[in-house]
């Protein structure tokens, strides 16, 4: 199975600045034959269903904003929110999707300092 | 709008079965491979099992295997989790998601709201 790893467990980021949490695969997600890396970012609420936010390392789904941002390629992915509000409060996943079992990173809380 | 409604949340004893249902709405249903994702209290997510868009192909995380058995019906548009021999350690949020795929090799772009299972005497 592929282990995915995240930094940190948790983060506290002033409102407007830069929130930045990395993942990492214990082995390349990275498919050469399409090009694409077969990871994406997840958002939780407190007591709400995660939400997908980034799919292929940094595609970005409709209607997330775009100060969210998925960059990294082979094991090594960074979701970066550029300017952090008060609705980002949440606790963030990476996943990777490349061979089955599909398996999540432990997650980063990000919160308000 | 794309929904998915979980039902079948329940407190049952060790060793016992329980049957998750996942209603879809607003997709073609039997276009997509679906996915059960479990959540145990203060946890992190962990993949549980899919299902390709036919039915014909099952995948299932090791724990599992032996007791869950995932299954759909596409004429109704519904996923199913039967959970048998059920553990303590089962105890979770189990939550319906649609794989952005007929692959299993994408993400899970649609979730639902979850279904509670409790496991405990």
């Known amino acids: 199975d592929i282990v995915v790893t995240q930094s940190p467990d948790s983060l506290a980021v002033s409102l407007g600045e830069r929130a930045t949490i990395n993942c990492k695969s214990s082995?390349?997600?990275?498919?050469?034959?399409?090009?694409?890396?077969?990871l994406a970012w997840y958002q939780q609420k407190q007591g709400q269903p995660p939400k997908l936010l980034i799919s292929?390392?940094?595609t970005r789904e409709s209607g997330v904003p775009d100060r969210f941002s998925g960059s990294g390629s082979g094991s090594d992915f960074t979701l970066t929110i550029s300017s952090l509000q008060a609705e980002d409060v949440a606790v963030y996943y990476c996943?990777?999707?490349?061979?089955?079992?599909?398996?999540f990173g432990g997650g980063t809380k990000v919160e308000i300092k | 709008e794309v929904q998915l409604v979980e039902s079948g949340e329940d407190l049952v004893q060790p060793g016992g079965s329980l049957r998750l249902s996942c209603a879809a709405s607003g997709f073609t249903f039997t276009n997509y491979a679906m996915s059960w994702v479990r959540q145990a209290p203060g946890r992190g997510l962990e993949w549980v099992s899919s299902?390709?868009?036919?039915?014909?192909?099952?995948y299932y995380v090791d724990s599992v295997k032996g007791r869950f058995t995932i299954s759909r019906d596409n004429s109704k548009s519904t996923l199913y989790l039967q959970m048998d021999s059920l553990r303590a350690e089962d105890s979770a949020i189990y939550y319906c998601a649609k794989i952005d795929s007929g692959s299993f090799l994408a993400a899970f772009h649609i979730w639902g709201q979850g279904t509670m299972v409790t496991v405990s005497s």
């Open positions: 996943q990777q999707y490349y061979n089955t079992p599909p398996t």
């Open positions: 299902i390709d868009g036919s039915g014909s192909s099952t």
């Open positions: 292929w390392a940094s």
């Open positions: 082995q390349s997600v990275l498919y050469s034959f399409k090009n694409k890396n077969y």
